[in-house]
Every structure is written in C-alpha cells, then in structure tokens.
C-alpha cells in the first residue's frame, strides 16, 4: 500500500494523518472521560451519552448566534462562555436524569443500558423538533481560522490545535477532581465500598447525583469542542457511542490513564489507515482489532488485579 | 403454595394451542394479503425475541448484536435468490451477463468465491442456521471461556453489530452495499412477489415459528433450561457443582443465533429483499425491547410483544411519524422501570387469577417470585 | 511428612499475590484421608483465598496444590469438581428461583455436558438419592418449596447437601454454622460427624465452640502464613495464636 509514495511523502502523510488522529482523539477523549467517570466508577451504562454531548453542541450553537446578534464584540471570546453553559446545561440534565431515572437502577446495569437507550431516542427526537433534521454547523471566531504551516507539505489547522489544548486541560482538571481533591476521594470511596462510605458519613446518594452531573456536564463541553471540528445534527452522538464504549473498555474501565492512551491508539491507528484504505474499511479493520484485542483480553489494557 | 391451572406444561401447551389459532386461523380470517404479509414479516422479527427470551431472560446473557444473525440469515437466504433472479437471460444486458446486477455495476467481472456454493438451495437453507451458529459459537467461546459477560458482552455485541454494517455497506460490489440484495424473484422457479405465494409463505413461516417455539420450550424444560436459570442466579455455583459454564453460555447463545437466522431468511423470502438496515446497532436493540414489552421470561409473550410494538410502529408511521421515537423511548424506559416482566408479568398478575376465578377454583394469585412469571 | 502421596491433600509452597500484596505466602499443609481439618484465624488471614485457590477460584503465583496425585493448580474449576473436590461458599450460593428438589438435582453429578444436560432424565435413581440427601439435610420436608423462602440455616444446608450429593472426598466449607441459631448448630455438628465417615472436611470457621466440637486438626492463619498447627489444646496454648488471636 505504500507503492508510488516518496519516503518524504510518506513521512508528511504520516504526519497530517497523525494530526487528523489527533483531533479525533481529541474527541474521543473528551467524550470518553465523561463515560469512563460513569461507567468507571459508577458502573452505570449511559446510552445516551453522545446526547447528552450533542446537547453541549447545540448550546454552543445557539450561543454563537445569540452574541453573533446581540454583542458581536464578544464574538471572539463567546467560545468560553458557550461552553461553560454547555457544561451547565448537560451537566444538570444529568442530574436530572441519574434523580428521576438512574437511582432507581443501580442494581440492574443491563437494564440501566436499556432505559438510556430509550432516553437517548427521545432526546434525539427533541433535537430534531427543535433544531430540524439537517447538520447545523458554528461560525469560528477569525482567531481560530486557517492553519499554520509546519514544512512546505505540512500544514495543522489553528482549530485543531485549539481542541487539543482545550483536551489537555480539561483531562488535568477531571485528574485533579478525581484523583487529588477531597470530593474526589468522596466518590472513590463510594464506589469501592457504598455501605462504609456511608456509615463514615459521606452522603452517598449526593455523590452519585453531582459524580454522574460531572460526566454529563463533561460530555457537554466535548459537545461544545465537537462543534470547532466538525457539524452537528440529531443523531451525531450515536455515531460516537460505539467507538467511544469501546476506547473506554480498551483503556481499561477503572483507569483514567487508559482511557486516555487508549483513545490515542484507537485514533492514531483509524486516522493513518484512513489513508492507504478507504475510510470504512480502515474503521472496519480498527474496531475489529480492539475487539479481538478484548476477547483476548477481556479486563481492558490498564487493570490491577484483585480478587474477586 | 397455589399453582395456577395456566402453569405447567399444560398451561404452556394450552398457550401455544392459542397462539396457533391466531397466527393460523383468526389472522388469515380477518386480514387482507397485503396486511397479512406485514403480519408475516414482524413474526419474522419473533423468532430473535423468542431466541432473546432464552438467552437474556432465561440465561441472563443480553445480546445486543441479533441484528447480526438476523441479517446474516437474511443475506444466506438473499444470495441463493439473487443468483436465481441473476440467470444469463435476465442479465443479458449487463457487461457481465450471470452475475447480480450490483456487481455488474461496481465494476466486478466475475462472481466472487464466496458466492458459488450459494447457488445450491440445500447449502443456502444449510446456511441461513450454520453461518449465523457459527459465528455466535466464535463469539460465544471467545468471551464466555474469558468469564466476559454482562455490559461487556452486550458492548462487544454491539461493536460486532456495527462492524459488520459498516463492512457490509462499504463492500457494495459484494454484498449490494447500502441498498442490499433487492430484486428477488423466484424460488426454484416459484413466484415468491404473487399474493398466492405470500400466503403460503406466511403459513410456512408461522408454523417454523410454532415449531421453534415448542423446541424452546422443550429446552426450557429440560435440565439444561434449569441449568441456564441457575447460571444467570449464582453463576459461580453452577461453576463449582461442575459444569463447564462457557460451553451452556455459548449453546445458548449459538441457538438464539440459528433461530434469528431463520427468521432473517423467512424476512427474506416475504419481504423480497434483505439489506444492512436490519444488522447494526438500532435494529438489534429494538429486538430487545421487542422481547423485554413481550416479558423477557416468557416465550410466547415475546410472541405478543414483537407483533404489540410492530403494529404500534407502523400506526404511528402511518399517522404520526415525529411521535414515534417519543414513544420508542417511553417503552424502553417504562418497561425496565415499571413493567421489567412485560405483558406477561400483566397477564401473571391480572389475567391469570380471574381465568382460575372463573374455572371456580378461587385460588389466590401466586405470591411474590414475579421473577419467575413465565407462561 | 516427606512422602507427600500418602495424603489426601498436599499444599506445598501456595503463594498468591494481588498487586503485590502477598496475601497467601508460601504455604505448605498436609491433609489426611477422612480427616476433618479447621482453618482459623483473624479476619484477612488469607482463609477464604486457600479455599480459593484449591478450588480454582483464584490462580496461585506459586506452589502446588496436589489432590490424590493429581496438580489442581493446573486444572479448570469444573475438572477440579470432577476429581473430588467440593466447595461451600461463605454465603449460602443457592439458586433462588428454583425449588429445593431442582437444587439437589442440579447437583446430581450426571448429564453435566451441554448433550447431557439436554438429554437428562428425572429417574427413579436421581429421585431416591436427592430424598436421601433431603433426609440427611433435614430438608425432606421442603423438597418443592423454593429456596427463596427457606430460612437463613435451611440455606446453608442445602448448600452442603448439594456438595454431598456430589460425594466429594474432599469437602472445603467456608463458615458453615454463620448465622445459625444454637439448635442449628448442634444439627449442623451433627452433620459433618456424620458426614465425615468417607471423606475429609477443611471449615474455616470462627465459632469456637464448634470448632472445638468438631476438629481433629487446627491450623492458624496469620498474615498468609501458618502461625500454628496441631489439636485444639495445643494451639489453644500456642503463646503466638493467643497474642494475634484468642487473646483478642
């Protein structure tokens, strides 16, 4: 497959297709950090997760309209605010929704995959009453356009590198929360032994509510970063759930680290295959080795071992 | 503790006997060809609820892949028709004059090995049940030996489901792509698109449906069927009374397979097409919920169920296409939180003790072991 | 103890380690032919992951488990079953939804293939030997009731009467009398006297009393390792088991 390429053709594929990986990391990460926080260390199955994603995107779409009409000096920066609303917004649905519908399922994780399928669908079918069936898409900020060339043959768009950036950060924060503050170690705690958190005093069902709210909410800023790189519609959010349960089992549920290396390889392998193959086949061939990989090796890449 | 005169085998023979006198009397009676025929097709959809029941209800193994052995039925089923359809004559105008027109179209030249033995209606009919067992039996003892079960599985399932859409519809010049295997004519010969052949075929398709309802229930019945109600209780157990858990899981599993493989053929043969919008993700979880509203423990209400929301779609489709996926949801939602037994924990609880009421016996309902509400 | 084959059970050297935690730590014990051997020590002795680990449950890192010959560690837990060897759990592991007859029979050590099971028929031999394990469990009254409502000891026993059905020579019960009332216990004593007759029992167990009712052999669990082994008296007076231990 490599026939009729120059090695330094080679190499400038290898790199803008890395870098095209990399944006699809990027969204692998953001949307799977949510999910890896919920299934992780919660065990719940969301089914509705890209949903709750879309939503951060439609925010953010309505958002750029509304300061692109009312306070189109704030146009450059409304990307901030759009998505702190975005967290907001999917971030108290999922609130919501672990108080009205989750609570009552904990036991019962197939189940809880069932009822957020179901969940998904109607949130879907709001979409489309609401915003109509087409792709909707945002207008970038002037700041955000073009791309900066690295080489003759290598160029990386600005928006890229803004997604990343935007990736990296919030990765650190929800590693800060989880894994360094005292709220953090709250939900650990629950999560490893729900009757002695408990009785130690932690309010358990508090936890569950705003730990299941952070992952909604982070969902919603991977909606919010989505809408830079790519266009919106009803039913985007299916389109990633596979690929993105899959990310979080390779990486391993528990482990935040895994998730993250294993969004790398997922999407760093999809991208560069994409090119030498067409693209469904190069998707065929990239979920089909993380599945084997998993029926090899069912406990994901990243896992201690306990007992059971 | 009080049994009803609806359990037992007497009452699940007498529940099959009602479903046959619907399916084959009462229904045949009352509707046209054309609905008729759109009756045949969501009985095709039964036979992977039916399969559901026993391997999610009674084993506790949720596939959320069937859509997979359904189409790979389906396609087995599609392949030996289109080659029919695909004679010389009929395909004199194509470049290549004997092959389907699809690869005509993308540029194929010849008929790809993997098509040749499909030419044989024994080894296409032998096809419809081994392709579909056996890529469940791969499946199957590559995770269940692995203790890979529960979310996990229903996730890789539903991965699979959505690789092989994605190979499918991609893979045009072999398999039809996006638009499938369409353009079916004849069965050795037999008109398959005559109203006189769609009612023989939606006869042949009932009765598969009862036979395989009645092999159900004979492995329900059996030790093994016990064994699998054990499994999905304290798997561990099962394990150390000495059995080899992996080798019941995948059994299960491999049949729920064959029956939903049949049912994509007999979809096949009614409906004159098969194509990659009945095997990925969203057409195999709506089997699920055609089997969860029917009661994920009851063999015949998965029956009821698949037809209860196929009917229900195709209303709303006709009348109010936005609602649809509203009520979808609802129904997902519903059923796990506040009927997890379906119609057949309703009919458990409401039905059956007034029938006993009425046969004078008095008895007072079964109480509690809702979970245990089958037939 | 230099010719380990002459025992019915030989544990050389089991080591286990989760994580780096060694929570077996080079074992070694010996257990005779209708012996009944109890396992004592304090909560995170490491007794319940022995039991484990002679029953397949959990993989060893090191050693050898050798059952009449045969090296367990090597086997799956089915074949483990297979050779002689059963395994109560700490809590009752019955089957809710099936009555106490359908518990027995799944039990009952014939059609345990797929074919075989598919194949199984209820006959008279099958009937009369879960009636006499029912009679021996003191559950002859309860056959088609579900275990669901059986009460917390009927459960327990009907767990080792499932193991019995089997007729195991080695028979490992994690605190059999947890939870059962003094009556109970007395029965339960009983039992495993009865019972001892063809096979050997380890129990975990942290009721004294029954452990001095029942044993022929201590051995004290500490930290993964043995702490102390020998009669009841003997251990009792150990200076080290009272320190970590009895002293408590």
């Known amino acids: ?308 | 503790m009080t049994r009803s005169f609806l359990t037992g085998t007497r009452g699940e023979l007498l529940g099959v006997g009602v479903l046959a006198l619907l399916v084959l009397l009462v229904l045949p009676l009352s509707l046209d060809v054309f609905r008729l025929n759109l009756v045949g097709k969501y009985l095709t959809y039964a036979f992977v609820a039916v399969g559901l029941v026993l391997c999610w209800g009674s084993a506790g193994i949720l596939s959320l892949g069937q859509g997979i052995f359904f189409g790979l039925g389906g396609y087995c089923m599609a392949m030996f028709l289109k080659l029919e359809a695909s004679n010389p004559e009929a395909t004199k105008i194509q470049s290549t004059p004997g092959i389907p027109d699809f690869m005509d179209w993308n540029q194929l030249t010849s008929l790809p090995w993997f098509w040749e033995p499909f030419h044989s209606l024994t080894f296409s009919l032998a096809a419809v049940v081994l392709v579909p067992s056996a890529l469940a039996f791969v499946i199957g003892v590559a995770m269940f030996k692995r203790r890979v079960g529960g979310v996990y599985f229903a996730i890789i399932t539903q991965a699979i489901a959505a690789i092989l859409t994605i190979l499918i519809v991609g893979q045009q010049g072999y398999t039809g792509g996006i638009n499938g295997i369409t353009d079916l004519r004849t069965l050795k010969g037999w008109d398959i698109r005559t109203d006189e052949a769609k009612l023989v075929l939606y006869f042949v398709n009932a009765a598969l449906l009862l036979g395989c309802i009645l092999l159900c229930l004979a492995v329900r019945r059996s030790k093994l069927g016990r064994i699998l109600v054990a499994l999905r209780d304290k798997e561990d157990r099962v394990r150390f009374s000495g059995y080899d858990v992996a080798n019941f899981k995948t059994f299960v599993f491999c049949l729920a397979a064959a029956l939903a493989g049949v049912g994509g053929a007999m979809f096949t043969l009614q409906v004159g097409f098969m194509s990659p919008s009945f095997v990925g993700i969203v057409p195999s979880i709506e089997l699920v919920i055609y089997c969860a509203v029917g009661g994920r423990l009851s063999l015949l209400g998965a029956v009821y169920g698949t037809l209860l929301v196929n009917w229900a779609k195709t209303s709303f489709s006709e009348s109010f296409p936005e609602l649809w996926l509203f009520a979808m949801g609802a129904l997902f939602i519903g059923v796990v939180m506040a009927f997890p037994n379906g119609l057949a924990g309703l009919f458990q609880t409401h039905v059956v003790p007034r029938l006993d009421r009425l046969r004078g016996r008095g008895l007072p309902p079964v109480p509690g072991p809702t979970r245990m509400a089958a037939e | 103890m230099t010719n380990a084959t002459d025992f019915l059970l030989s544990v050389e050297g089991l080591t286990v380690s989760f994580d780096g935690f060694k929570a077996v730590d080079d074992l070694s014990f010996y257990v005779d032919e209708n012996e009944i051997r109890v396992i004592i020590g304090p909560n995170g002795a490491g007794k319940t992951t022995v039991l484990d680990l002679i029953c397949g449950r959990t993989k060893a890192s090191g050693g050898s488990v050798k059952f009449r010959g045969k090296e367990l560690t090597a086997m799956r837990e089915h074949q483990i079953v297979h050779a002689g060897v059963g395994r109560k759990f700490q809590n009752p592991s019955i089957y809710d939804d099936l009555t106490v007859f359908e518990n027995l029979e799944i039990s009952y050590p014939r059609g345990r293939s797929v074919w075989g099971a598919l194949a199984f028929k209820r006959d008279a031999a099958v009937r009369e030997r879960i009636h006499e394990i029912a009679e021996m469990i003191f559950l002859a009254d309860h056959l088609e009731q579900r275990a669901e409502y059986l009460s917390h000891g009927q459960k327990q026993w009907l767990e080792i009467g499932m193991l019995l059905i089997q007729d195991p020579q080695l028979l490992m019960l994690d605190e059999p009398v947890a939870g059962m009332s003094v009556n109970e216990r007395v029965k339960t004593a009983e039992l495993l006297n009865r019972i001892i007759a063809d096979r050997s029992v380890i129990v975990i167990e942290h009721d004294m009393k029954f452990v001095e009712d029942i044993a022929h052999k201590v051995t004290v669990l500490h930290q993964g390792k043995i702490l102390s082994e020998g009669s009841m008296e003997r251990v009792k007076n150990d200076p080290k088991v009272v320190e970590v231990y009895l002293g408590h």
């Open chain 1, 1 to 308: 497959m490599f026939d009729g390429y120059s090695l330094s053709e080679l190499g400038s594929i290898f790199a803008m297709q890395g870098f095209a990986g990399l944006i699809l990391f990027s969204v692998f990460v953001l949307m799977a950090l949510g999910l890896a926080i919920i299934f992780g260390q919660m065990g719940v199955i969301n089914m509705a997760h890209g949903e709750f994603m879309i939503l951060g995107a439609y925010v953010t779409f309505v958002c750029s309209h509304l300061v692109g009409e009312h306070a189109p000096w704030l146009f450059p920066g409304y990307f901030f605010i759009a998505m702190a609303l975005a967290f907001v917004a999917s971030g108290s649905l999922g609130m919501l929704v672990e108080w009205s519908l989750i609570r009552f399922l904990y036991r019962r994780p197939l189940d809880t995959l069932l009822a957020t399928w179901g969940l998904s669908l109607i949130m879907q079918q709001i979409f489309r009453s609401t915003f109509g069936a087409r792709e909707v898409g945002v207008t970038l900020p002037d700041w955000l356009m073009g791309s900066l060339s690295l080489t003759d043959t290598i160029e990386v768009p600005i928006n890229g590198l803004f997604v990343m950036a935007l990736t990296m950060t919030i990765s650190a924060v929800v590693y800060a929360v989880l894994f360094r503050a005292r709220w953090g170690r709250g939900v650990r705690a629950v999560m490893q032994n729900r009757v002695m958190a408990g009785a130690v005093g932690i309010n358990t069902e508090k936890v569950d509510r705003y730990t299941f709210g952070l992952g909604c909410g982070i969902a919603g800023v991977a909606g919010s970063a989505f809408t830079m790189v790519g266009s919106t519609g009803p039913t985007s959010g299916q389109l990633y759930i596979v690929d993105t349960f899959l990310v979080v089992v390779f990486g391993g549920a528990q482990s935040l680290i895994g998730t993250i290396a294993s969004a790398f390889t997922i999407s760093q392998a999809q991208s560069t295959m994409e090119f030498f193959l067409s693209g469904s086949m190069a998707k065929v061939l990239t979920l089909l080795t993380v599945v084997g990989i998993l029926m090899l090796r069912p406990q994901g890449l990243f896992v201690l071992k306990v007992r059971r």
